[in-house]
C-alpha cells in the first residue's frame, strides 16, 4: 500500500464523471513525469457571480443557502459535498480538501442580493455544502464579512459548523441572537479520538466542539447539536453520550443524519474504510447496505438521509429515546423575519 497521508480524509483522487480525460498514476515504480506530489492546501481565490443559492430538495429543512468557500479542508471521509467538487473540475478526493476555492467577494454578493425588492425574508442557511469555518475562514473572514451584512439587513441565518473557529465571531453571533437572527448547530460525530482523527482528520475535537456550544450558549445563541452521520460499526453506539454532553452544555436542539454514501464518496469511503478498519470493514459495510435495501445510497427525499431496516430504526429509536430524556427539541422556536430592512428602508406599514 502507499504511504498513507495522515492529515487528510480521502487517501486518493476519485475519477471526475464530467471530465472526458484523467491523469493517473499506474506503477508506483513508474518514471514518467508526476505531477501529482504537491499534498499542501491550496487556496484558489475568484470572484464569483452568486453567493446565495435555491435549495429544491425537500428534507434538508432549507430554502437557500450560501457557502462562501467550496471544498473542505476538514476532510470528512464521508461529506456528500465532495460530488459538488466535481462541478468545478476537480476531483472529490484529495482534490476537494486540498483545492479550496474562495469566493472573495461573497460579502458583497451577499448584499447585493438582498438589495434586490424582489427579495421576500425567509432565513439563508450558511454551511450548508462546505464548512464556512473551515481554516481558510481564519484568513479570510468571508464568512464574517457575511455575518455583518446579515446582522446589518436584519437577515437571519442558520448555521452550521464543526470548528471552534466560530468563536471568533462570539460576539457578532451574540449582538444577532438578541434579534433572534441567528441559530447554530453544531456538528459532533465522536469523542473517540483515534476515528475522529482519521474520518475528520482536520477538525476540531469533540470537547472543543462542546466548548463552542457552552460559551455561545451562555451568551444567549441558540445552540443544537448534530449527530451525524451515525455509522453502524463506528459511531452509532456514542449517540447517547453526545446527546447528554451537549445537553449539560446548553443545547436545546437536535439533528442527525445516517450514513449515505452517494457517488464518489462510495468509492472513497470504501477505500478509507478498508485501509483503517481492516478488522471490521466488512462489517460496517453489509451494515450500511442492510440500511438502504442492498446498497450503500439511497436517493429517495425522506428516506435517503435516515435510511430504513433494522439497523436504521434501531438508530432513530435511540435519537428519539434519548432526546425526550434529556428534555430536546421541545420548543416551539423559529428565527425573526420581521426585522428585515434595506439600509435606508423605513418601517414597513402594517
Known amino acids: 500500500m502507499d504511504q498513507y497521508l495522515k492529515g487528510r ?3 486518493i483522487n476519485t475519477r471526475n464523471r464530467f471530465l472526458r480525460d484523467e491523469v493517473s498514476k499506474e506503477h508506483v515504480e513508474g518514471i514518467d513525469d508526476w505531477t501529482e506530489t504537491n499534498v499542501a492546501t491550496q487556496y484558489i481565490e475568484q470572484e464569483s457571480k452568486s453567493i446565495v443559492n435555491k435549495v429544491d430538495s425537500p428534507d434538508v429543512g432549507m430554502m437557500y443557502s450560501m457557502n462562501p468557500y467550496a471544498g473542505c479542508e476538514h476532510g470528512c471521509i464521508y461529506c456528500y459535498a465532495r460530488n459538488v467538487h466535481e462541478y468545478w473540475g476537480y476531483s472529490a478526493g484529495l482534490d476537494f480538501e486540498r483545492k479550496i476555492i474562495v469566493k472573495k467577494n461573497a460579502p458583497q454578493l451577499l448584499r447585493k442580493f438582498l438589495m434586490n425588492p424582489r427579495w421576500e425574508c425567509v432565513p439563508l442557511a450558511m454551511s450548508g455544502n462546505t464548512d464556512c469555518y473551515q481554516p481558510a475562514e481564519k484568513i479570510y473572514r468571508l464568512t464574517r464579512g457575511m455575518l455583518e451584512v446579515c446582522n446589518e439587513f436584519n437577515q437571519p441565518v442558520g448555521m452550521i459548523t464543526k ?22 448547530l453544531v456538528s459532533i460525530t465522536s469523542f473517540n ?153 423605513q418601517g414597513r406599514l402594517f
Request: aromatic share 8%; proline share 3%.
Open 9 to 11: 480524509g480521502a487517501q
Open 163 to 184: 470548528n471552534a473557529g466560530m468563536l471568533r465571531d462570539k460576539d457578532l453571533l451574540q449582538e444577532m441572537a438578541k434579534k433572534k437572527l441567528v441559530s447554530i
Open 193 to 345: 479520538e483515534d476515528l475522529r482523527q482519521k474520518m475528520e482528520p482536520r477538525t476540531t475535537t469533540a470537547k472543543q466542539r462542546l466548548r463552542t456550544i457552552r460559551e455561545l450558549s451562555d451568551t444567549g445563541v441558540r445552540a443544537g447539536v448534530m449527530l451525524g452521520p451515525m455509522i453502524p460499526g463506528l459511531n452509532e453506539h456514542e449517540m447517547q453520550r453526545i446527546m447528554k454532553e451537549a445537553a449539560d452544555n446548553g443545547v436545546t436542539f437536535t439533528a442527525y443524519t445516517f450514513i449515505r454514501l452517494n457517488g464518489a464518496v462510495k468509492l472513497l469511503f470504501h477505500d478509507w474504510l478498508y485501509k483503517n478498519f481492516p478488522d471490521r470493514a466488512d462489517k460496517v459495510w453489509h451494515l450500511i447496505e442492510n440500511a438502504h435495501a442492498g446498497k450503500v445510497n439511497d436517493s429517495r427525499f425522506g428516506t435517503r438521509m435516515r435510511g430504513e431496516g433494522s439497523i436504521a430504526e434501531l438508530v432513530n429509536q435511540q435519537y428519539k429515546k434519548y432526546g425526550k430524556l434529556y428534555g430536546m427539541n421541545a420548543e416551539r422556536w423559529e428565527l425573526d423575519c420581521s426585522r428585515f430592512r434595506r439600509p435606508g428602508e
